[in-house]
């Protein structure tokens, strides 16, 4: 049974870098130029299809930060929000606002979580690339820090920050080797057995009959 663990694990990683590297090859091929941005026209918009970006002026909303430490006592990953002078100045008003852009920082100190320190100051360009698929986080995660006062905007977007696109050809290699391994380990799931003692063997290499 551990085999058959063991199998979905590393199917599901190879499964992974595939999907990785066919996600780089799109962003090579539709989004491999800068598009730039002010905050405050990116969030007049509704739906954005851009993946390689950099958004001017915004303000970060340091009291709105999601933390995760996915090694205790280690570095911590940040995702905060930021808005527009218009929209904090509604905020400040005591009025709702609608959060559009979150940003995402990876291995930053503990401390962070206490100060902020770790998150750039207000107006400093945001430049990234914008996460999808299993690298994004799910909406209902975004929700945990709405309020009375803020809401998530159901098009939000999560930039992973000074990510750039990488090379067209590791991209490719990613590819190339993630699908190799991954049909490797599903073809393992489909051996030919005239039963299911024999099936069982095949895919665990171990007896079906209890010793």
């Known amino acids: 049974m551990q085999t058959v663990l063991y199998k979905f694990i590393f199917g599901g990683l190879f499964i992974f870098v595939a999907w990785k590297g066919i996600d780089g090859i799109l962003i090579n091929i539709y989004h491999g130029e800068l598009t730039r941005y002010d905050i405050g026209?990116?969030?007049?918009?509704?739906?954005?299809?851009?993946?390689?970006?950099?958004?001017?002026?915004?303000?970060?909303?340091?009291?709105?930060?999601?933390?995760?430490?996915?090694?205790?006592?280690?570095?911590?990953?940040?995702?905060?929000?930021?808005?527009?002078?218009?929209?904090?100045?509604?905020?400040?008003?005591?009025?709702?606002?609608?959060?559009?852009?979150?940003?995402?920082?990876?291995?930053?100190?503990?401390?962070?979580?206490?100060?902020?320190?770790?998150?750039?100051d207000a107006g400093e360009p945001i430049r990234g690339l914008v996460k999808s698929g299993f690298e994004n986080l799910d909406f209902e995660d975004f929700k945990m820090i709405e309020s009375e006062l803020i809401n998530i905007d159901k098009n939000?977007?999560?930039?992973?920050?000074?990510?750039?696109?990488?090379?067209?050809?590791?991209?490719?290699?990613?590819?190339?080797?993630?699908?190799?391994?991954?049909?490797?380990?599903?073809?393992?799931?489909?051996?030919?057995?005239?039963?299911?003692k024999e099936y069982w063997e095949k895919i665990t290499e171990k007896d079906l009959v209890n010793k």
């Open 41 to 120: 026209e990116f969030e007049e918009v509704e739906i954005h299809s851009e993946r390689n970006l950099e958004i001017s002026n915004g303000i970060p909303l340091k009291g709105n930060s999601i933390f995760y430490q996915p090694d205790r006592g280690g570095d911590i990953d940040v995702i905060y929000p930021i808005i527009s002078s218009a929209q904090y100045d509604k905020l400040v008003q005591k009025k709702p606002i609608n959060i559009k852009v979150f940003v995402r920082l990876d291995k930053q100190s503990p401390y962070c979580a206490e100060d902020g320190g770790c998150i750039p």
């Open 156 to 196: 939000c977007i999560l930039i992973k920050l000074n990510e750039k696109p990488l090379i067209w050809y590791w991209n490719f290699l990613m590819l190339l080797v993630g699908m190799i391994f991954s049909i490797t380990i599903l073809k393992s799931f489909f051996k030919k057995a005239s039963n299911l």
